[in-house]
């Protein structure tokens, strides 16, 4: 059977996704171990309810931390920063909140191919939800 032009670009850019992902691959298994700050902390030791908050919004954004964020920012799962680990958020929250609501509303994929899913998995929460649970999480971290 003979293939059309469109068959064979089609066939050529699939080649060309499947090359790209076999080198970012490649690239996150590099053989020089990269310093992971946000594994700093000992995984499990962050304990919210330790924490005397005033805040409304700190207090519903502990409650919605709990309940979601927490799976992977208390373990530092697919890289995320382990909350209360300072030195990690430090450059994350020098970056302003708006920069932080988009990459935890939208989703984001860090430069050690570290991933923020969008709203952490979790479409039903609301952006303000989403919002309010990192303003708990930079509070938490500074």
Known sequence: MLRTSNESIDAKLLALCLLAVGLMTLAACSSEPKEDVSQKSTPGTFDAMALSLTDPDHVAGREIWMNTCQTCHLRGLTGAPMIGNKEA???????????????????????????????????ELSDEEVKKAVKFMTFASK
């Open 89 to 123: 958020w430090k450059p994350r929250i020098e970056k302003g909140l708006d920069t932080l609501f988009n990459h935890a509303i939208n989703g984001f994929i860090g430069p050690t191919y570290s991933e923020m899913p969008p709203k952490g998995g979790f479409a």
